[in-house]
């Protein structure tokens, strides 16, 4: 990173802001040409995971090519300035590289959906079994990533 100063060291720090985070876009490679898709998403033991439909583009590019890059942002302000220069955003965000694969058991994708679901509620949850057989579960083992700050 080229502002050192700017960096997220802890590891702590690092994965309080995936779970903060609202969205998290997925960005995706296939013979050369890039895909960026923002989803919702779970997290859990250096993992991310995604539900969504069994076809389309992004399982589609998955299935070729399993690396991808995933972004997350937490703590966002605009902060005004009395010049264009002086303007800028308060941030904390994460860049991460890693590995996407499809859960298919139907005990791995039910533990996938309540990681999903404890991101966004404390309430317990049930999947029908209608639900189990629509949905997709994209698991992303996280090889590396960065924490980043700024405006604080
Ligand atoms: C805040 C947010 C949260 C979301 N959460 C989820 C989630 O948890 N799970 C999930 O599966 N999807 C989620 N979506 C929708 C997701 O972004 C994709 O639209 C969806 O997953 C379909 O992706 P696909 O690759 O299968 O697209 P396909 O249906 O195969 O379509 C591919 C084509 O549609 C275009 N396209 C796809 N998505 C978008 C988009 N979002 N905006 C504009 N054009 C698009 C692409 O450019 C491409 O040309 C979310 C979207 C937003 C904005």
């Known amino acids: 990173m080229r502002k050192k100063e700017r960096e997220l060291t802890d590891p702590g720090e690092v994965e309080s802001v995936i779970k903060r985070a ?3 876009r997925i960005a995706l490679s296939d013979n050369n040409v890039p895909y960026l ?4 998403f779970g997290y859990q033991d250096g993992c991310l995971y ?3 439909a069994r076809e389309g583009m992004k399982i589609d590019m998955i299935r070729r ?6 972004e997350v942002e ?3 302000e605009l902060t005004k300035g009395a010049t264009a ?3 800028g955003m308060r941030y904390r965000s994460v860049i991460g590289f890693g590995r996407a694969s499809l ?3 139907s005990e791995g994708k039910r533990a996938a959906l309540d990681i999903i679901m404890r991101h966004y509620s404390d309430d317990p949850h049930e ?3 209608k639900l189990m057989e629509k949905v997709a579960i994209i698991r992303v083992e996280i090889d590396t990533m960065t924490g980043k700050q700024s405006g604080f």
């Open 22 to 24: 609202v969205v998290c």
């Open 37 to 40: 898709v923002p989803v919702n």
């Open 50 to 52: 995604i539900h969504t």
């Open 65 to 70: 090519n399993d690396r991808v890059c995933f």
């Open 74 to 76: 937490a703590d966002l």
């Open 85 to 87: 220069c002086k303007w």
């Open 103 to 105: 859960v298919e058991d």
């Open 127 to 129: 999947y029908s079994e």
